[in-house]
């Protein structure tokens, strides 16, 4: 789930085998309506989702006609990704938020946890001062990133996230996730896969930086982003802020 400035992605989305079993685990994409609305609501033509995963989002703006950039440095998961209805009117481009070529784009998203994996400062500056030279003036940047205070890593471990699920064309697979540290705003965690079919066990590594409703203000701000509104996530009520934030015309 690391997609900062390194290339290198978590296991869970760069393992084929994980990639292939993702979406399977995680079938309930409703987080992704309140998105699809701000598309709407902000009347955008153009949208680059940054750590697009296995495309789930992008493809769904693309059957709408949307000009959509899937941006993702797991290889694995694009590859998953272009097997999708409509992936062919969508532009994948594998790699970081630092890498991409010269564009333009009414919308930029990061949906999920994309916004927490840039773990340090300088990660998280450089990856919104290239996602504001990328908006077009008036341009907005929408993600998601949960309230520290809500501690929702309380509840990640076996006992609240297994799941058995029978995958098309692999079979039986248990799955969930154990903290295995917590330092200051950093929060550590395992995913553990058993594959019945042969008894293989992959596990995926992953950390999140759980930032506070200040510092992501005071960072947008300090590249020029001017924060339009902080709503609640509809699936996850007073446990996430979701930021709009708007390009300035005139910027340092």
Excluded at 235 to 244: A, Q, S
Aim: proline share 4%.
């Amino acid at each position: 789930m690391n997609r900062g400035i390194s290339l290198m992605a978590d296991e869970i989305f760069e393992n084929p085998r994980l990639a292939d079993i993702y979406d399977s685990f995680d079938p309930d994409r409703s987080d992704l309506d309140a998105y699809e609305s701000m598309v709407n609501e902000f009347g955008a033509n153009s949208v680059l989702d940054i750590g697009c995963g296995t495309g789930t989002f992008a493809c769904r703006l693309a059957a709408r006609g949307i000009e959509v950039i899937g941006l993702e440095p797991a290889e694995a998961s694009l590859k998953v990704a272009k097997t999708k209805h409509w992936s062919d009117r969508v532009r994948w481009i594998h790699g970081n938020a630092l890498e991409l070529p010269p564009l333009k784009v009414d919308l930029v998203t990061m949906t999920a946890n994309v916004a927490q994996v840039f773990l340090t400062e300088e990660e998280w500056k450089e990856t919104l001062l290239a996602i504001r030279d990328v908006l077009r003036p008036g341009g907005r940047l929408v993600f998601e990133t949960r309230k520290p205070e809500s501690q929702a890593w309380q509840k990640w471990d076996r006992e609240n996230t297994y799941q058995r699920v029978d995958v098309f064309n692999c079979g039986v697979v248990e799955g969930w996730v154990d903290v295995t540290d917590v330092q200051d705003s950093l929060v550590f965690f395992r995913w553990t896969y058993v594959f019945e079919n042969d008894g293989a066990i992959i596990t995926s590594d992953s950390t999140l930086r759980f930032r506070s409703l200040k510092e992501i203000t005071k960072s947008l701000r300090e590249v020029g982003l001017s924060v339009e509104d902080v709503r609640e996530a509809p699936d996850r009520p007073g446990r996430e802020y979701v930021f709009i934030a708007r390009r300035q015309t005139d910027v340092y």
